[in-house]
């Protein structure tokens, strides 16, 4: 019987030694954020200056019971504590080690804050299509440094839609890649710069990819009942430089062979910027440029593709947040000093506060934040900012609720602070340079006379 339907309250993490797995038993110790542990003793030292600090909502529109909050160990002996928010209560703590994992179930409609020494790899789910092995969540996830471009990550792993290609790894680098499977084999990999890979891992376990070069790595959900819609997931994407504003993005679209009579996928790529900028997107597959767009500064700009594997280059720095039929979790955030102009899709989306003194600016007004405070915000498209980080959790219905299925790596606070200053980003297209085209017409006017001159003495020798 299945991991998701046995629902049995005893957690045995079974180690693959030298796998670099962990296959997922049934959720054990779930603690509910309603039902707070007052027994707990939070006894260890753990300075929040130091501190990764994590914050997540659970979608109140979703199947009942059927959110969980995954905490995966990326490094031996992670501190680890859970709070619930706003109150301040604690739920857990514990200590995780390497490819180890705790699942904790998480109420409807409520908040949580996860604190830890070192960085984890958290992992928030629900609704049925989760629970009942229907479908994966569509997410990027942060490497074992705690940021979306790395060369090392340790993952939970969910359904595999029917055994396919669910994870993507794109190449910032060349890299050779080590896949670990549930079944002791090593998968390798070979990849240059903006190359990728769809692959498949199997499920309900904790994996882990190793790379010589920077990645970065996405699952992507989409599910094609026979006969019913296909339904694709909502996301945010974070930028190559790091953070979720920039210039440089890689995502994942509709499968290639997706058909609907002409009709519009329901999965829509939107991008806005604080200036007017000019937009390039090319298809992975072939480093072809599929479009080129200008977007002006407060535009929600939407975009609809039927690439499977796409980047995007912008001149001026842009926020890209995929918006699908099937709703979802984004998950996001901006650095102190960033703005802005994010679209909102719900009521139940929400700004979290790491730090005391934090000023938030949504359009003209002004919100004070104190440390693990939040700030629900206005549906619509607004322009938003702060004096520090502030991490972005926001909830989208997609065609309506409930949600069947969610799912999203949340980034510390840590995450949205990483810069990668050596990491060269070169251009996906070479760009042809006058003296290439004066050297083109040079070629071609030597050419042309070539073959003038030629021609004449063939019919000089035919007039004798």
């Known amino acids: 019987m299945s991991f998701w339907r046995t629902r049995l309250f005893i957690q045995v993490i079974v180690i693959s030694i030298g796998l670099g797995i962990i296959a997922f038993s049934p959720p054990s110790e779930c603690y509910t954020i309603a039902a ?13 200056g130091e501190a990764f600090i994590y914050y997540g909502y659970v979608p109140r529109e979703t199947d009942k019971a059927t959110s969980f909050l995954y905490i995966v160990g990326n490094h031996e002996g992670t501190i680890v504590r859970v709070y619930t928010i706003p109150e301040l209560e604690p739920i857990d703590e514990f ?48 490497s074992v440094d705690g940021g979306f471009v790395g060369r090392e990550f340790i993952l939970p792993t969910f359904h595999d839609e029917g055994g396919s290609q669910v994870y993507t790894i794109y190449a910032l680098e060349k890299a ?35 790379s010589t070069g920077r990645i970065m790595l996405q699952s992507f959900s989409e599910i094609a009942p026979v006969g019913w819609m296909t339904t694709w997931k909502s996301y945010g994407v974070p930028a190559l430089e790091g953070g979720y504003l920039g210039k440089y993005f890689f995502a994942r679209g509709i499968h290639p062979g997706w058909q609907a009579g002409g009709v519009l996928p329901g999965i829509k790529f939107t991008l806005t910027s604080t200036e007017d900028a000019r937009l390039r997107v090319y298809n992975l597959k ?12 407060g535009e929600n700009k939407t975009l609809y593709f039927f690439e499977q594997n796409i980047f995007f280059q912008s001149d001026k720095p842009v926020i890209l947040n995929v918006f699908s039929n099937g709703g979802g979790l984004i998950a996001s955030g901006l650095r102190g000093g960033e703005s802005a102009y994010i679209y909102v899709p719900s009521g139940e989306s929400f700004v979290f506060s790491q730090s005391d003194g934090t000023v938030v600016e949504v359009d003209e007004a002004q919100y004070l934040l104190k440390s693990d405070e939040y700030l629900m915000l206005p549906v619509g498209l607004h322009k938003i900012g702060s004096n520090k980080p502030i991490i ?22 840590k995450t949205l602070e990483i810069h990668y200053p050596d990491l060269e980003i070169p251009p996906i297209e070479r760009e042809t340079s006058w003296l290439n085209y004066i050297m083109i017409g040079v070629a071609a006017v030597l050419v042309v006379s070539a073959l003038v001159i030629l021609l004449r003495r063939r019919v000089s020798k035919a007039a004798r």
């Not at 707070?36 to 929040?48: G, P």
């Open 36 to 48: 707070l542990k007052s027994n707990i003793s939070f006894h260890t030292s753990m300075s929040e």
């Open 95 to 142: 200590t995780i080690n390497k490819m180890e994992y705790r699942s904790i179930r998480v109420n409807e409609g409520s908040m949580f804050k996860v604190i830890s020494n070192q960085p984890i790899t958290a992992v928030i789910v629900g609704g049925k299509n989760i629970i009942g092995g229907v479908s994966s969540i569509t997410t990027f996830y942060t």
């Open 176 to 210: 050779e890649i080590s896949i670990f499977n549930s079944t002791g084999e090593i998968e390798k990999i070979e990849l240059n710069v903006y190359e990728f890979r769809n692959i498949w891992l199997p499920c309900f376990q904790i994996c882990r990819i190793v």
């Open 286 to 297: 072939g480093k072809a440029r599929i479009k080129e767009e200008g977007i002006k500064s």
């Open 392 to 413: 972005i959790i926001m909830t989208d219905y997609g065609s309506g609720p409930p949600l069947s299925s969610y799912g999203a790596c949340l980034p510390s606070s």
